[in-house]
């Protein structure tokens, strides 16, 4: 099952670029009234989650091995 352990080298990879790499994330606030529409956007980089890079990171490892071995 090489198909599996490419699928794990992915999710790894994944992985470890989740730790260094931020999501752009934008919202908008705003009022409108009428047909006038007052308001702001603000951006914001959010990182994910270390919990679940480490997650994406064994589930890469696991997946490599089942390949693998099949």
């Known amino acids: 099952m ?7 080298v992915v999710v790894l990879i ?3 670029i989740s730790f260094f790499v931020p999501l752009p994330h934008a919202e908008h606030h705003g009022v409108s009234i009428g047909d006038a529409h007052i308001g ?3 951006e ?3 990182k994910v989650p270390p919990a ?3 997650v994406l ?3 890469g490892v696991g ?3 089942a390949g693998r071995k099949s």
């Open 40 to 42: 702001v956007t603000t």
């Open 52 to 54: 679940l890079s480490a």
């Open 2 to 8: 090489r198909a599996l352990a490419m699928a794990g």
């Open 63 to 65: 997946l490599i091995i």
């Open 57 to 59: 990171l064994i589930a």
């Open 44 to 46: 914001h980089d959010e």
């Open 14 to 16: 994944l992985g470890v």
